[in-house]
């Protein structure tokens, strides 16, 4: 089974409590000075970096004091400003998209930080003396999340003048150790959770659902997982926006339901009417023959609940892809359309 992954793929799942600890330790060397006059932060970024946008703007939806959007394209908001604090992300360095908007950003005369492992984005922010988050290189960009994500979300931290203790790093880090310990079928004692699930999902789309304001991107991360590493189609959405419209699909007569698998990604709902929405949705789609896997986040905070999740979701993928016999480090059709894209600039 672990004969396609010819990659060894399966080392940037295990080294993941490694990228939050080296955060922190890349960021305390480089902490980059910010005017005190940010009015809004803009964080530029595609696939995987906008992602690590998108969870940190949910996991400080209840402590952001300034508006935080995530950008994805070429162009930039009419609001940005020098008031603005540019976030640009981009793990190669070398997404066009990124380095096209960063460009229009620094024309408006925006403070500008990069994080990125090299590229077309490091030597431009060299050039331009742009404060620089460095990444490590040879990471595929969805797996350097814990990067992408940890360096971001301490720097909008600094903008809101907030903080994390070391003592939050050291809880985050063991327990990020302890859950993908669990995920690893070659480590845990018993049964691996991610396994099992993988095996339920073989030869089914999976269906995500998480709900606003604090886990909707995670929904997401899987999806996008299990396209990238799987190889598998993959859909998701969030209650309770599914609730005024994708709901309704499932009423249609024809619908091939025994060839979804439904997961709801959950954890202590802080809104009563969400938990009882996600229940009624539930009934529905069971209704329908369709098979519902509630899989629970663990941890003591809102961010350790969202770690889980996506160590979670990771694994799973991971083994999907072995199941399906598929490698899963390869992203053919990216590659393909880049080549492409090269072709015509």
């Known amino acids: 089974m672990y004969s396609v992954d010819r990659d060894n793929f399966k080392r940037y799942l295990l080294n993941f409590p490694q990228q939050i600890a080296e955060s922190q330790k890349i960021f305390l060397k480089n902490i980059p000075h910010l005017n005190n006059s940010m009015q809004n932060i803009i964080y530029l970024g595609m696939g995987g970096s906008a992602i690590a946008g998108d969870i940190i703007k949910e996991v400080l939806y209840d402590n952001l004091n300034v508006p935080l959007q995530i950008n994805r394209g070429y162009e930039i908001p009419g609001y940005c400003s020098e008031s603005s604090l540019i976030i640009a992300s981009s793990y190669s360095g070398n997404t066009e998209e990124t380095i096209n908007a960063v460009k229009k950003a620094e024309k408006t005369g925006a403070q500008i930080v990069a994080i990125t492992s090299g590229g077309e984005m490091l030597k431009l922010a060299k050039r331009k003396k742009w404060p620089v988050l460095l990444v490590p290189k040879g990471f595929p960009p969805r797996q350097a999340f814990g990067y992408l994500f940890f360096l971001a979300y301490q720097l909008v931290l600094l903008t809101i003048e907030q903080k994390m203790s070391s003592e939050e790093f050291d809880y985050l880090i063991h327990f990020a150790e302890s859950m993908v310990q669990v995920s690893d079928e070659q480590s845990v004692e018993g049964r691996a959770f991610t396994k099992d699930l993988a095996l339920r999902l073989k030869n089914k789309i999976p269906i995500i659902y998480s709900s606003a304001p604090y886990i909707a991107t995670v929904a997401t991360r899987w999806k996008n997982q299990f396209q990238e590493n799987s190889k598998s189609m993959a859909f998701s959405n969030v209650i309770p926006e599914m609730n005024h419209n994708e709901i309704v699909g499932w009423e249609m007569e024809s619908l091939p339901n025994k060839d979804y698998l439904v997961l709801?990604?959950?954890?202590?709902?802080?809104?009563?009417?969400?938990?009882?929405?996600?229940?009624?949705?539930?009934?529905?789609?069971?209704?329908?023959?369709?098979?519902?896997?509630e899989i629970y986040a663990e941890g003591k905070s809102l961010l350790a609940k969202v770690i889980s999740l996506i160590i979670k979701g990771d694994w799973i993928s991971y083994y999907l892809a072995l199941l399906y016999e598929r490698n899963p480090a390869t992203i053919v059709n990216i590659d393909y359309l880049k080549s492409e894209l090269k072709k015509h600039t």
């Not at 709801?264 to 896997?293: A, C, G, H, M």
């Open 264 to 293: 709801f990604l959950e954890y202590e709902q802080p809104n009563s009417r969400i938990e009882i929405r996600i229940q009624f949705t539930k009934s529905i789609i069971q209704d329908r023959e369709t098979e519902v896997v």
